[in-house]
């Protein structure tokens, strides 16, 4: 049994509210969510930090934004906005260790 959270999430063994999945990526609600809509967008595959992002995996990268794009869409926030964030090791604030993107929208955030 993985150690990582969201490998344990995508492997189907802790529960999630799924968004959105396909062979390569998942989108579920985060626990904690700071914003009406704070969905996370991972890829299956585990890649611990940004910073360990494999070359050859550049497009899985950009589909978590493809993924987020069209989320927001659906849930009709394309013309209001939205934020998308990625948390990169200690000073970043990452917590778990499994990259994911944050969507975050429903409301007015400020600063960065
Ligand atoms: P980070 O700080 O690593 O970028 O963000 C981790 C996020 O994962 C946090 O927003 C936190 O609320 C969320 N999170 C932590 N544990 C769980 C969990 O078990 N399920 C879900 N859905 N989200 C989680
Ligand atoms: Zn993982």
Known sequence: M???LFCRIVAGE???KVLYQDDDVMA????NPQAPLHALIIPRKHIA?????PEEDTAL???LFQV???LAAEQGYA???YRVIMNCGKHGGQVVYH???HLLAGKQLHGL
Do not use: Q, V, Y
């Open 61 to 63: 990268a950009g589909k």
């Open 68 to 70: 987020a794009k069209k």
């Open 28 to 31: 579920f609600h985060d626990i």
């Open 14 to 16: 802790l529960p999630a």
């Open 2 to 4: 993985s150690d990582c």
């Open 79 to 81: 013309e209001s906005g």
């Open 99 to 101: 990259i994911h993107l």
């Open 49 to 53: 930090t940004l910073a360990e992002l």
